[in-house]
C-alpha cells in the first residue's frame, strides 16, 4: 500500500483526534484526584479526608466517580481517539465531515461531566460500571453512536484493499460497545429488569466491557504499532486472526466468574469460567505474537517511549489473562471471590494493560498530529518508572493483602474486624502504589499540555523522542488479510 | 468485500450468543418467578417489601454501601458464608423476587447483609451503626454517615426514633440526633434483608 500519504491523513484528523486524546487526559486527571482520595480513605474510617458529614466526597461516592471517570473519561476517551486515528490511517483517504467527532467528543464529555456530578450528588443506579444515570447515559450513548456511525464511514470510504487484524480489532470495540453500553442500559436502568436479572445483565456488561471493548482496543493499537515500532511485520498472521475470532467468541461470557456461588442458574456460571479459563488460547496467542516481533529486535532500538509503554502493556495483558483464568476456577475462587485480589486484577487490566498501551500510543501519535517533538523528555521517564513501580506495588499489596484477607474469610473464627486488622498494612500499601501512579498521570499530563499548547518549535531536540518520531515512516509492515 | 461483510456478520454473532443467554435469557425467564407456597401451612415465601425499603434501596445505591458488603450466600460447598452466620442456606434467584433494585456486591470488607435484618432487629442498632459504626463493633473500618441525620433541639418530648447516642457523639444538652427520611428508608431497607423461609430449591443444610 503506498503510504506517502500519511502525514496527509494525520492533518485531516487532527483536530478530533486530538479532542478525544485531551478530554481522555482531563479526565484521567480527575479519576486520578478520586483514585487517590478513595484508595487513603478506605483504610483510614476516621481521618478527617474521610469527610464524615459531607455525602458527595464520602468513600462510597468517591469509589464509583474514580471507575467511572478512569473507564468512561479516560480509557474510552482515549480509545475512540486512537481508535478513529488507526481507522483513518488505515483507510487510506484523508477525511471528510470531521465536525461530528469533534461534535461526538463534545456531548461525550458533557455526558462524563453530567454523571460523575450525579455519581457524587447520589443519583446512582447501584449497577457495578453503569453507576450515571439514565439521562447521563442517553447522552453518552448519543455521543458514542455520532462517532461510531463516523467511524464506520471511514471503514466504508477506505481504499479498496486488504484489510488488517488491527482494524478488525477497533471495528469490532465499537460495535461492540455500541450494543453492550445500549442494551445494558435500556434494560437495567430504563426499563427495570426482574430483580433477579439484574446481576446477570450487570456482570454480562462489565465482561464484555473490559473483554470487548477495552481488550480489543488496546490489541488493535498494539498490532498497529508494535511492529511498526520494531521495523519488522507481525511474526504470525494466522496466530493473529485465531486471536482475534477467540476474543470475539468469549468475551461476551467471562462476566459471571465474579458471582460464583451466585443466586444464578448453575450453567450461566459455569459457561462463565469455562470461557474464562479458554481466555487463555487468545492471550497466549498474542503474548507469542508480540514476542517473537519483538525478540532480538528490542535491544536494538534504545529507550523508545511509545515502545516501552506498549512492552509493558502486552506483558500485563499475559499476566492479566493467566491470573484471570486462575482466580476463576471455583477452587481458588473460593478464596479470592469478595477479596482484594480482584481489585488488583482489575488494576492490572485497567491500567498496567490498557493504559500502558494506550499511553504508548499517546507518546506516538500526539507528535504526528503536532509536527513537532513531545516536550519533557524527562517527564515521560519519570511517567514510565512511575507507572511501573506504581502499578508492580498495586498488584503486590492487593494480591497479599487479598489472599490473606480471603483466608481469613475463609476460616469463620477470625472476626471480620480481625481480617480488617491483617490487611490493614496492605491497605497502606495500596495508598502509596496509588500515590506513585497519580502522580505519574499528573507528569504524563503535564508535558501533554505543554506539547499541546506551546507551539514555538523547539531548539534542543532529545534524542530519545526523535528516534520514535522519525525511525517508522518508511515501513508498514502490519498485518493484512490478503 | 466478502471478508468485511464476515467479519460483520461474525462480530455480531458471536456477540449475539452471549447476550441472548446471559441479559435477554435472564430479563424474560427471571419475570415470570412465582412465590413458593408450603404445603402443610400454605405460608406464601418470599413476602414482599415491606415500608420504605424500595427508597431505602436507593439510598443503599447512593452511598456506595454495595462496594463493601455482597447481598448473597454462598452454599457450604462454595465458602464458609453459612459458618459465619450470615444465612441459613444458600441463597437463590427467588429471594430476590421481590427487589426492585439488586446489589449483590463482589467485596466483602464488610459482612454480608443478605441476612443482617434476621442478625439485628433493633432499628436503634442500625442508627447508631451509621452514625457512628465505632459504637456497635470498635475495630470497624465503615465510614460514618452522618448525613442521614440530623441534630435538633428538643421539642416538649424527646423523639421516639432519636438516636441513643453514648460519649462523644452524645449531643449537647436539650438536642437530639434523629435519622431523616432517607436514614429511615435506608435503615427500613436494612431490616427487610432476611430470608429466613424455606424454599424447596435451597433446603436448609443438615449436619
Known amino acids: ?482 | 468485500m466478502n471478508r468485511a461483510k464476515g467479519l460483520f456478520f461474525g462480530v455480531f454473532f458471536l456477540f449475539g450468543l452471549s447476550w441472548l443467554a446471559l441479559a435477554a435469557y435472564p430479563y424474560i425467564t427471571f419475570a415470570g418467578l412465582r412465590q413458593s407456597k408450603d404445603e402443610a401451612t400454605g405460608a406464601l415465601a418470599p413476602l414482599g417489601n415491606p415500608g420504605t425499603s424500595d427508597q431505602g434501596a436507593r439510598v443503599y445505591a447512593a452511598n456506595g454501601c454495595l462496594y463493601c458488603h455482597s447481598q448473597y450466600v454462598r452454599d457450604k460447598s462454595e465458602g464458609s458464608d453459612i459458618e459465619r452466620k450470615w444465612g441459613k442456606r444458600r441463597t437463590v434467584a427467588r429471594d430476590y423476587m421481590f427487589d426492585r433494585a439488586v446489589f449483590l456486591g463482589t467485596s466483602r470488607l464488610g459482612a454480608d447483609l443478605t441476612n443482617v435484618g434476621d442478625r439485628q432487629t433493633d432499628p436503634q442498632w442500625f442508627y447508631r451503626a451509621l452514625y457512628n459504626p465505632r459504637a456497635t463493633a470498635p475495630e470497624s473500618v465503615m465510614p460514618a454517615y452522618r448525613w442521614l441525620f440530623t441534630t435538633r433541639e428538643i421539642q416538649g418530648q424527646p423523639s421516639a426514633d432519636a438516636v441513643k447516642l453514648e460519649g462523644t457523639d452524645a449531643p449537647p444538652r436539650g438536642y437530639e440526633v434523629v435519622p431523616t427520611a432517607e436514614g429511615k428508608a435506608l435503615v427500613d431497607y436494612l431490616l427487610s434483608r432476611k430470608t429466613n423461609y424455606p424454599l424447596p430449591e435451597a433446603p436448609e443444610p443438615t449436619e
Open chain 1, 1 to 482: 500500500m503506498e503510504r506517502s500519504d500519511l502525514s496527509v491523513i494525520d492533518r485531516s484528523i487532527r483536530i478530533p483526534v486530538l479532542i478525544f486524546l485531551a478530554s481522555g487526559v482531563f479526565w484521567l486527571i480527575v479519576a486520578s484526584g478520586f483514585w487517590l482520595l478513595a484508595s487513603s480513605q478506605i483504610h483510614t474510617p476516621t481521618a478527617w479526608w474521610t469527610f464524615p458529614g459531607v455525602a458527595w466526597l464520602s468513600f462510597g461516592r468517591t469509589y464509583p466517580a474514580f471507575l467511572n471517570c478512569f473507564v468512561y473519561g479516560w480509557a474510552t476517551c482515549a480509545g475512540i481517539g486512537v481508535g478513529i486515528w488507526l481507522l483513518a490511517r488505515f483507510s487510506s483517504v484523508p477525511l471528510r465531515n470531521s465536525l461530528f467527532p469533534i461534535l461526538a467528543a463534545a456531548t461525550w464529555n458533557i455526558g462524563i461531566a453530567v454523571g460523575v456530578l450525579s455519581v457524587m450528588g447520589g443519583a446512582t443506579t447501584g449497577k457495578q460500571m453503569l453507576e450515571f444515570p439514565s439521562y447521563a447515559a442517553f447522552i453518552l450513548f448519543l455521543a458514542f453512536v455520532i462517532v461510531g456511525l463516523w467511524a464506520l464511514t471511514i471503514f466504508w470510504a477506505r481504499r479498496p484493499g486488504p484489510t488488517c487484524v488491527s482494524q478488525w480489532y477497533i471495528l469490532g470495540a465499537f460495535l461492540w460497545f455500541s450494543w453492550m453500553y445500549s442494551t445494558a442500559n435500556i434494560l437495567l436502568n430504563f426499563t427495570s429488569a426482574p430483580g433477579p436479572a439484574q446481576p446477570a445483565i450487570n456482570w454480562w456488561y462489565i465482561g464484555s466491557l473490559i473483554d470487548l471493548w477495552l481488550t480489543p482496543i488496546a490489541l488493535g493499537t498494539a498490532y498497529y504499532l508494535i511492529p511498526k515500532l520494531v521495523g519488522r511485520p507481525i511474526y504470525s498472521y494466522q496466530l493473529a486472526l485465531f486471536g482475534f475470532w477467540s476474543l470475539a467468541f468469549l468475551g461476551g461470557w467471562t462476566g459471571m466468574t465474579h458471582l460464583i456461588g451466585g443466586p444464578l442458574p448453575a450453567w450461566m456460571i459455569t459457561a462463565s469460567i469455562v470461557a474464562r479459563v479458554l481466555m487463555i488460547l487468545p492471550v497466549l496467542a498474542v503474548a507469542a505474537n508480540f514476542h517473537l516481533t519483538i525478540k532480538g529486535k528490542f535491544e536494538d532500538l534504545g529507550w523508545n517511549p511509545a515502545l516501552r509503554f506498549m512492552v509493558i502493556g502486552a506483558m500485563a495483558y499475559t499476566a492479566y489473562g493467566f491470573e484471570g483464568s486462575l482466580i476463576s476456577t471455583r477452587t481458588i475462587a473460593q478464596i479470592t471471590q469478595f477479596t482484594f485480589v480482584t481489585f488488583g486484577h482489575a488494576q492490572l487490566g485497567l491500567f498496567g494493560f490498557f493504559s500502558m498501551i494506550l499511553f504508548g500510543a499517546y507518546y506516538y501519535i500526539v507528535p504526528r498530529l503536532l509536527e513537532r517533538q513531545w516536550l519533557l523528555p524527562g517527564f515521560t521517564k519519570l511517567h514510565f518508572w512511575f507507572s511501573v513501580v506504581g502499578i508492580g506495588l498495586l498488584l503486590f499489596a492487593l494480591t497479599m493483602g487479598g489472599l490473606i484477607q480471603g483466608f481469613g474469610l475463609q476460616d469463620p473464627q477470625i472476626s471480620m474486624s480481625a481480617v480488617s486488622d491483617l490487611i490493614g498494612p496492605f491497605l497502606l500499601i495500596q495508598n502509596v502504589a496509588v500515590l506513585l501512579l497519580v502522580l505519574a498521570n499528573l507528569g504524563f499530563a503535564f508535558a501533554f499540555a505543554l506539547t499541546l499548547l506551546i507551539t514555538a518549535p523547539l531548539k534542543r531536540r532529545s534524542a530519545a523522542i526523535e528516534s520514535s518520531a522519525d525511525a517508522p515512516r518508511k515501513i508498514a509492515p502490519e498485518v493484512t488479510v490478503a
